[in-house]
């Protein structure tokens, strides 16, 4: 993204959580940013990479990022990474590792747990990473915490050179609200001192450096107890006491605004003293947290009487109309009579494909091929397993096509002797963790046919830039990877690596029909870019010429959300069975004439679109009116 | 707390609800309002259900809409307003646009989109004004004047003069020039006059 002048210090602004983080960094004189895409998370590396005076980049994956955050924060330089929650499964390699080397200059890593599963393969609770990787962990509860905190946690790393993890959710990354923005200053690097014992990790040095690791936790402890971002605040009504932290905070004030609260910002380590002063004025106290009971767990485990997830969910999201019927049970008392209309039942609105996505003949082909087993993996191109292709067969984590495929084909039973197994994986998510994988298939003689949708782009995120697209974050040239080299070197036969134009059907086809029948690994690569992004161009549009148009309904298959149906109908074949009709239209003001509707369509009932000047269609009106 | 205003923007993906709610929240700002803006947006690019939820008032605390507590809905597609109306509050009302984006989940025959989903929200006691704000737009000679147009439906049903809005929504195309700040001028009114005319 362009650079862009910083608003001054003391304005406030709309910030999303996730802008306000970015402000802070560039406030806190970071020198190296480093992120892979991943909702909630994307924006913050998108914004930082706005700022002056930083270095930003697109990583391959979370663990490069990571590494690149710490090269940077031995360097003596303030670093931040950031990620959604799985993102750091990714990392945690070198997470619980640096925890005991520890940073010289302050490192920031800020988590994003999808909390209710907008866009993710789970939900899973990071604060977990603070108790595995003995780290501090700050919780905001809405932007100007996540601004303030992500100042704090700087000064927090430095002082006790440890990594700090801030953990957010989407609804603190998504959220926009005001923020009272700061001063930038400039701490300079203090260079690499050279110190094996330190940074070199041996079996020997990381013995040494347990022990200190587990004086910094005490150290931690003492400063969370202390810290004002862990604050009690009295309340009238101390019938039930509550310790809330992150978003479930401000849903507890808002619910019971007159209840005795410890609010937990710097929330691990626990500050287990607090919450026994909470406890001492307040008749029970229950602890409201995303998603895990954590906190709940820990302050049982010290003696002190809370509760939790026995009576509010385990899982999703917490709000105001959770909490208030829960508490009204607990207390005894009726629960709240709701005067809401229960949601009205409608059809779902699944996320589509793109009008002429690539990916579309891609699985419009493979919905066509029999026999197949198709081990997915996560980008746009996992929703081929939906409607109304259905040809994705499993989708795990990133990169586990490969592996996948390669299990389903050594471990296929009699029943699956013939199957052909592929494996599906889009360009951003072949580098992050595909390659190894593919290694592995080559390696180990697999039987796979492996399709590499290369659309230029990390297209689910956003279409961000990548190392197959030849830009880097601020769209300058960058050296670009060519895939069939790559998967050469990787040890596929060059005669199995195809490059197809994912619009050209039969090609796509035959193309796919015939490798899946090589017994050995094959790679098909398709070419052509996300709609999205600038690399893509539009063509002529399409229409439907309806007095030729039969209602067989083939074009609908290609799954283009450009195609509706005008009026459906019924059709006796000659062999005396009923088939179901459906007579289309093309919505030709978003069509961008990719052609492949065009191509099932057997009557040939799909035209150019001539769209009809404004002049002429006044004319016309001023015609009829003659 | 009950002093938040609370407003419901409601369609699906690339309609731009996101960008009319920030520029209603922003608004709100500028008369020293404190405010929360946060979607229900799965993967919203994909032309999935997308709802917007903007909280104003002296503190806002939770940023989501407590369902039956919307005081308007302001609805970019008409299936979504009946998907979304239970959020109202009783007396609250809906600002709807008639269009109607159907997905290829009806198109392939697995569901059905509602006849008149206007007509439903109503049989069900719900305040409705409805209005085609595509037409209007394209009457205004640009489709991409419906956002204005819907922002403009709203203008009257805010605790604050319509004016403040429109100044806000103006600001965002001052770098477009006088012809297109204009044009939006026009959108913005015709909007209201459509939300005030039924
Ligand atoms: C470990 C991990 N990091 C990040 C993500 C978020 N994410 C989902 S898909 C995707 C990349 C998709 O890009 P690509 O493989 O090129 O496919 P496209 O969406 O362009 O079709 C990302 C970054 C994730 N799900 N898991």
Known sequence: MAAVMPAPASSRLLMSGNEAVARAVWESGVKVAAAYPGTPATEMLEVISTYPDLYAEWS??????????????????????????????????ALMTLTLTGVMGGLVIAVADDVGLSSSQNEQDSRYWGRFAHLPVLEPADSQEAYDMTRFGYVLSEKFQVPVILRMTTRINHVKGLVTVGEREAPGAAGFKKDPARWVMTPAGASKRIPLMFERDKALRQMAEASELNRLEAGADRRVGFIASGPAYMHVREAFPNAPVLKLGFSCPVPVEKARQLAALADQVVVVEEVEPLVEMELKAAGIEVLGKDILPRSGELSPQILKPAIARLLGEPVPETTVAPPMQVFPRPPTMCVACPHLGVYYTLSQVKNLTIAGDIGCYTLGAGHPWNALDTCISMGASMGVALGLDKGRGEADKDKRILAVIGDSTFMHMGMQGLLDIVYNKGNVTVLLLDNRAVGMTGGQNNPGNGYDIHDNEAPRIDFVKLVESLGVKTERIHKVDPYQLPVLFKTIREEVKVPEVSVIITDQPCVLTKAYHKLKPYEVAEDKCTGCGNCIEVGCPAIHVTRRGKEVKASGREVDLAFVRIESSVCTGCGLCLQPCAPKAIQHHEPVSPIKLVKAVEEVAQ | MSANTNILVVGIGGQGVMTATEILAEAAIALGYDAKKTEVAGMAQRGGVVSSHLRFGDKVLSPQITPGTADVLLGFEAAEGLRWRHMLR??????????????????????????????????????????????????????????????????DHLPFPAEVLLEGVLKRFQRKGEKVVEQNRRAFEAGRAAAKGA
């Open chain 2, 90 to 155: 009783p007396d609250g009302i809906a600002l709807m646009n008639t269009a109607r984006l159907v997905p290829p989940v009806v198109e392939l025959g697995l569901f059905d989109y509602p006849e008149d989903p206007i007509a439903d929200m109503r049989k069900s006691g719900t305040r409705v004004v409805a209005f085609d704000a595509t037409t209007i737009a394209l009457g205004l000679g640009d489709v991409r004047l419906g956002n204005t147009v819907m922002l403009g439906a709203i203008g």
């Open chain 1, 60 to 93: 391959v994956n979370e663990k490069v990022s990571l590494e690149v955050a710490i090269g940077a924060a031995y360097a003596g330089s303030r670093s931040f990474c950031c990620m959604k929650h799985v993102g750091m499964n990714v990392a945690s390699d």
